[in-house]
C-alpha cells in the first residue's frame, strides 16, 4: 500500500494486539485458572490471611494475587531492605510461578525500585535465553517484610524453536524498508536518516495486550528511527520475515495535524531531506542564570523540566526519569515535528513555538518516566494509560505551581462543561431520509455560537501533488456554487485552518472534513474568525458523498450541544498553549471535548486510528483521577474526594510497582486497589514542584480505599466496551450446506492433502516487470494441521510501480466439475481464513459455467459468510488488480490475525443448473507492499441437494445413528 498509507497502515500497525481487552470481573469475583487448581491451592495454603487472586484474560493463569491488608503472600521467608525483598521476592516465584503460567527459571530480576511503603521488584521472562516480550511480573514487598502482591503477564506453554531462518541483519533492513514506505504521520521529515536503533531476538505470544489467547512466534524486535520524528517498534517474523505487528514509541502531548513548520535552510522534501540544515545550540545549561536571554517558550521548557522533575523527586523520590540522574534534554521550536505539538522520542522532549505550557512540558516527561517504569505499550487500553499517565502528572504539576494558572478554578459538577472548552458540535444529517442521522464529530474549528443549518455541497479543486479533487487545498473549480453552503472536503495535503479558510473565501457558511477512517478528528477552537469547522468519519462521509453523486440534495444542522457550561479552567489540558486555542482534552468531563468518561460512552474509540484511541480512550482513566481527587458523583457512584496527596501516591504506586507494559484497564483497577491497601497507615509524602521540598502528607486510612473502588466503578474500569463488538471476520457455526429436509450427494471435493495438484495457477501484475506471489500448499496457517492452500499476502514489496512492485492478483483454478442432480439446489461450500490490510488486499471466488465468461461470485449469492467488503478503487489509489471487487479482507476484530470459517454459495443464484460444467477460481490480490498474512482455503466441495426420504427412510436412519 502506498498512496493511501496513512488512512489504512494501522491495519498493519495494529496486527497482533488491535483489540480491547475482554471482560473480567474483580479482583474479588474473578475465578482462579481452571486448569491450575492444586497450584493455586498451594499458593494459598502458602499465605498468611485471605488471598485475592484474579486470572490474566490472555492466559488463563493467574494475573494478580494479593494478600488482603495485614496479609502475606510468602510469611514463613523474612525480608529486610532490598536484598530481603529480592530474595523473597524469588522465593516465592520459585515456588509459584507455574501458577502465573512459567518456571522460575524462566524469570529473571531486572529491576528493583524503592516505593513509598517498600519494594517493586520487577522479573522479566525469558525462553531458551531470550526475551519474551511484555512477558514481566513485578512483586511488592512493603516495609515490614511482608510480601503484598505479585502481578503482571507471561506467555505460558512455550514450545517453539529459537533459531531464526531470517537473519537480523534482514530483519532490519524490512523493518527499515516498511516505515519508510509507510511512514508515521503525514510529511513526516527525517526517512532519509531512518536507521535500526535496536534489533533483539525475542519470543512474541501474539494477542497479548489486547488480553486474547494467540500464537508464540519467534521474532526479530526492531526499534527504528531517526532521533526526532520517528521511533517504531516493528516485531518482524524471524522464519517467516512477516511484519506481526507496529507501534509508535514517538509520544505526542497532542493528537493534531496543523502543521506550521519551517527550517532556516529547507533543501529537501519531506521524503529527502538530506540538504536541510538543522543546527542544535546549548542555549541554557544547568546553572546559568534565568531568564538570561531565554525568550518565553524556552523558558518555560527550562521552568517545566525542573517542576516535573521536583515533582517526582519530592514526592516519590525518583531522581530523574531513569531513576539514576539522567540529564533531561529539551529541544525547543523543533522544526522536525509537524506543528503545533510536542513529543518525547526516547531521548529528548521536544516542542514547537506556542506548545510550551506547564502542564505540557511536565505531560512529555512524564511519558519518559512511564517509559523507565511500567513501560506500558503506546497501543490500546495499555497506550491510554500510558497518555492518561501524562496527563495526570501534567495537571498535577499544573495545579501545584503558581506559572500558568488560570482562574477560576473551582469544582465542577458532574457532566458540567468549562467554559472554556469550545463548542461541543453535533452534526445531524436532517436529508435525505435515506442517510438521516446524528454523527458523532470530533470537535470544532472556529465559532459555533448558533444552530447552524444549510445544503452541503462537495466541491472539486486542483489535483496538487500528494493531494486530490476532493481535499479543499486549491481554487474550486466553481466557487460560485459554496456561497451560502456546507462545504465537505477531504482529509489531506493541507491543514484543517487553510480548508477552512479557503472556504471561508468562498462564501461557505460551514465547513464538513471527512477523515479516512471511521473515527473523526479531533480539534479545538483554533480561530474564532473561521465558519464553523467540524469532523466526521469516513462512514459518515462517504454516505454523504453517494447522496450527492446521485443527485440527491443534502441538508445538515451543527449545533452546540455542550449544554450548561461552567466558569472553572480546572481539569482542563494544554489551555495554556496559545497555538491550540483552547484545552485539547477536559479531565473532569472527558466528553466535554469527544472523549469517554467511562467505557460505555458512545465516545470511547474502537478503530484502529491513533493506536487504537490511546489519546481519546485515556478520558476515561484521566477522569477516574479527577474524580478521586476531588470527589463527586459520576455514572450514579458516589466518590469522596481524597485530595492530591492521596491521589498522586496512590496513582504512582500503581504504575510503579503493579502496571507491566500490556496491562489494560482491568489491571489498573486491581493495582489502584491493591496500591491504595499497601499504603494504608504508611508515611506518604506531600505533592509538591518546589525544589527539594519533602513534607510528610495525611497517611491514607482504609476508609479512603472505598473511594478508589468507587472511581473504579464510576468509570467502569473493570467493563468490556461491548459497543465495539469485536468478533471473527467469518462468523462461526452457520446452517446445513443444503438446508432443513435435504441430503447432499458430494460432487467434487478438495482437500489439497495431494497439495496442489490439478490446480492450474495463475498470476496477473499492476506494472511491466512486476511479479506476484503464487499460491502453495502448506500446513500450520491460522492455526489448522490439515494442509490448506495459501496465498500469502505479507509485507514483502516496495509500491515502487517498478520490478519490485508487489501488485498483483494470482489464482488457482480448478478443472471442469459436470453439476449432476441437485433437484433442491446446487451449492458449493469452502472454508477459508483471511488476515490482510483491510480493503487494500483480499481475496475472493470466481466461477465460469460452459464456455461463459468468469465472474466474480457476488455477496447476494452466498447464503452463509459473504465476502466482507468491497476492495478500493484504483481511483481511491488501490494498485491492487482486483480493485472494485468484492472480496474477503481484513482481520478478526482487528486483530494481527483471522480464524477458520465455513461460507456457502447458492449456485443456482449464479445461473447454475443440472448438466452444465462449472469451474472453480480462487484468486487473492494485494497492491504494492505492506500487508499482513494472506487468504488459506481448504475443504472445497460442490454438492448437489435433495429432499431427505420419507418417514421410514428417516426411522432408518435414526436406528443406524
Wanted: aromatic share 6%.
Amino acid at each position: 500500500m502506498k498512496i493511501l498509507k496513512t488512512g489504512l497502515s494501522l491495519v498493519v500497525l495494529g496486527a497482533g494486539i488491535a483489540a480491547v481487552p475482554t471482560q473480567l470481573a474483580t479482583a474479588a469475583e474473578r475465578p482462579a485458572p481452571a486448569d491450575g487448581s492444586s497450584l493455586v491451592q498451594r499458593l494459598k495454603n502458602d499465605a498468611e490471611g485471605a488471598v485475592r487472586l484474579a486470572t490474566e484474560p490472555a492466559t488463563g493463569k493467574i494475573g494478580f494475587a494479593r494478600a488482603s491488608r495485614g496479609g502475606d503472600l510468602l510469611p514463613d521467608v523474612r525480608a529486610t531492605g532490598r536484598a530481603g525483598a529480592v530474595e523473597k521476592s524469588t522465593t516465592f516465584l520459585d515456588r509459584h510461578a507455574r501458577a502465573f503460567g512459567t518456571t522460575a527459571d524462566h524469570l529473571r530480576e531486572v529491576s528493583t525500585h524503592e516505593t513509598a511503603r517498600g519494594w517493586a521488584v520487577r522479573f522479566d521472562q525469558t525462553y531458551r535465553g531470550l526475551p519474551v516480550f511484555g512477558g514481566q511480573l513485578v512483586a511488592s514487598v512493603d516495609d515490614e517484610g511482608d510480601l503484598t502482591a505479585v502481578s503482571g503477564y507471561v506467555a505460558p506453554d512455550l514450545r517453539l524453536g529459537t533459531d531464526p531462518r531470517i537473519s537480523a541483519a534482514e530483519a532490519g533492513r524490512r523493518a527499515v524498508a516498511l516505515v519508510r514506505a509507510d511512514p508515521p504521520g503525514e510529511g513526516t521529515r527525517g526517512l532519509a536518516r531512518l536507521a535500526v536503533r535496536d534489533n533483539t531476538l525475542s519470543i512474541y505470544r501474539m494477542g497479548s495486550v489486547k488480553g486474547e489467547t494467540g500464537p508464540a512466534r519467534l521474532v526479530h524486535v526492531v526499534e527504528v528511527g531517526n532521533g526526532t520524528t520517528v521511533r517504531e517498534m516493528v516485531f518482524v517474523d524471524a522464519l517467516t520475515g512477516k511484519s506481526l505487528n507496529r507501534y509508535s514509541m514517538i509520544h505526542h502531548a497532542l493528537d493534531r495535524e496543523l502543521r506550521e513548520a519551517k527550517l532556516e535552510n529547507d533543501g529537501g522534501t519531506p521524503d529527502d531531506p538530506s540538504d536541510d540544515e538543522i543546527s542544535y545550540t546549548t542555549v541554557y545549561r544547568e546553572g546559568d542564570p534565568l531568564p538570561g536571554s531565554l525568550d518565553e517558550d524556552q523558558l518555560n521548557e527550562v521552568h517545566g523540566t525542573g517542576e516535573a522533575y521536583w515533582f517526582f523527586r519530592n514526592a516519590f523520590g525518583r531522581d530523574s526519569f531513569d531513576g539514576k540522574g539522567a540529564k533531561m534534554i529539551t529541544v525547543n521550536n523543533d522544526p522536525t515535528i509537524s506543528c503545533p505539538n510536542a513529543n518525547w522520542n526516547g531521548e529528548t522532549t521536544n516542542y514547537c513555538s506556542g506548545v510550551s505550557s506547564d502542564d505540557t512540558v511536565a505531560h512529555e516527561w512524564a511519558h519518559a518516566y512511564t517509559e523507565y517504569t511500567s513501560g506500558l505499550v503506546y497501543q490500546w487500553q495499555s497506550g491510554a494509560m500510558n497518555e492518561a499517565f501524562s496527563d495526570i502528572w501534567g495537571e498535577t504539576v499544573d495545579q501545584l505551581n503558581d506559572r500558568y494558572n488560570e482562574t477560576p478554578d473551582t469544582v465542577r459538577a458532574d457532566g458540567v462543561c468549562s467554559a472554556y472548552t469550545g463548542a461541543i458540535p453535533v452534526l445531524t444529517i436532517t436529508a435525505p431520509e435515506s442517510i438521516a442521522k446524528e454523527c458523532v464529530t470530533g470537535g470544532t474549528l472556529g465559532e459555533l455560537d448558533g444552530p447552524v443549518t444549510g445544503e452541503v455541497v462537495a466541491p472539486t479543486d486542483a489535483e496538487e501533488e500528494g493531494g486530490t479533487t476532493t481535499d479543499g487545498c486549491s481554487t474550486y473549480d466553481d466557487a460560485s456554487a459554496v456561497a451560502g453552503k456546507v462545504v465537505l472536503v477531504d482529509r489531506g495535503l493541507c491543514t484543517f485552518v487553510e480548508k477552512a479558510q479557503r472556504a471561508k473565501a468562498a462564501g461557505a457558511k460551514a465547513v464538513i472534513i471527512g477523515n479516512r477512517e471511521d473515527a473523526p478528528v479531533s480539534f479545538t477552537d483554533a480561530d474564532k474568525t473561521l465558519p464553523p469547522t467540524v469532523s466526521i468519519g469516513l462512514t459518515d462521509r462517504e454516505a454523504i458523498r453517494t447522496a450527492l453523486a446521485d443527485g440527491e440534495v443534502v441538508e445538515v444542522e451543527i449545533v452546540d450541544a455542550g449544554g450548561e457550561r461552567f466558569d472553572s479552567y480546572r481539569w482542563l489540558s494544554g489551555e495554556s498553549d496559545p497555538a491550540f486555542g483552547g484545552a485539547i482534552r477536559d479531565m473532569w468531563n472527558p466528553t466535554c471535548l469527544g472523549d469517554p468518561a467511562k467505557v460505555s460512552d458512545a465516545e470511547y474509540k474502537c478503530s484502529t486510528d491513533d493506536s487504537g484511541g490511546v489519546h481519546s480512550n485515556s478520558g476515561v482513566v484521566n477522569h477516574a483521577y479527577a474524580l478521586l481527587v476531588d470527589g463527586g458523583t459520576s455514572n450514579g457512584v458516589d466518590v469522596a474526594g481524597l485530595g492530591l496527596d492521596k491521589a498522586a501516591n496512590i496513582f504512582w504506586q500503581t504504575q510503579v510497582a503493579h502496571l507491566t507494559p500490556t496491562s489494560n484497564f482491568v489491571d489498573l483497577a486491581d493495582g489502584l486497589e491493591a496500591s491504595c491497601a499497601e499504603l494504608v497507615g504508611k508515611e506518604i509524602n506531600r505533592v509538591t514542584v518546589q525544589p527539594d521540598t519533602t513534607e510528610p502528607a495525611t497517611a491514607i486510612a482504609a476508609e479512603d480505599c472505598s473511594s478508589v473502588s468507587a472511581i473504579v466503578a464510576a468509570t467502569e474500569l473493570r467493563e468490556e466496551p461491548a459497543q465495539c463488538n469485536f468478533g471473527p471476520l467469518l462468523r462461526k457455526g452457520g446452517p446445513a450446506t443444503c438446508g432443513k429436509g435435504t441430503t447432499s450427494k458430494v460432487l467434487f471435493r478438495e482437500n489439497f492433502e495431494d497439495g496442489l495438484a490439478g490446480w492450474r495457477k495463475s498470476e496477473r501484475v499492476t506494472f511491466d516487470g512486476g511479479k506476484g506471489i503464487p499460491w502453495r500448499a502448506g500446513r500450520g496457517i491460522g492455526g489448522n494441521d490439515s494442509k490448506v492452500a495459501f496465498d500469502p499476502s505479507d509485507d514483502r514489496g516496495t509500491c515502487t510501480y517498478d520490478a519490485n512492485d508487489r501488485s498483483s492478483a494470482n489464482a488457482i483454478t480448478s478443472r471442469a466439475i459436470r453439476l449432476q442432480g441437485g433437484g433442491k439446489g446446487l451449492r458449493l461450500q469452502f472454508r477459508h481464513y483471511i488476515a490482510s490490510e483491510l480493503d487494500i488486499d483480499g481475496g475472493n471466488v470466481k466461477v465460469k459455467l460452459g464456455n461463459g465468461k468468469w465472474k466474480v461470485v457476488k455477496p447476494s449469492a452466498y447464503r452463509f459468510n459473504a465476502p466482507n467488503t468491497e476492495l478500493l478503487s484504483t481511483a481511491e489509489g488501490n494498485t491492487n488488480p482486483m480493485a472494485s471487487e468484492p472480496a474477503f479482507s481484513g482481520t478478526d476484530g482487528n486483530v494481527a490475525g483471522g480464524s477458520w470459517g465455513r461460507s456457502i454459495v447458492d449456485l443456482k443464484k449464479i445461473g447454475a443448473k443440472p448438466g452444465m460444467k462449472i469451474k472453480l477460481r480462487f484468486e487473492m490480490g494485494r497492491d504494492g507492499c505492506g500487508g499482513l498474512e494472506g487468504w488459506a482455503v481448504d475443504d472445497v466441495k460442490i454438492v448437489a441437494c435433495k429432499k431427505k426420504a420419507g418417514g421410514k427412510g428417516r426411522r432408518e436412519m435414526a436406528a443406524i445413528r
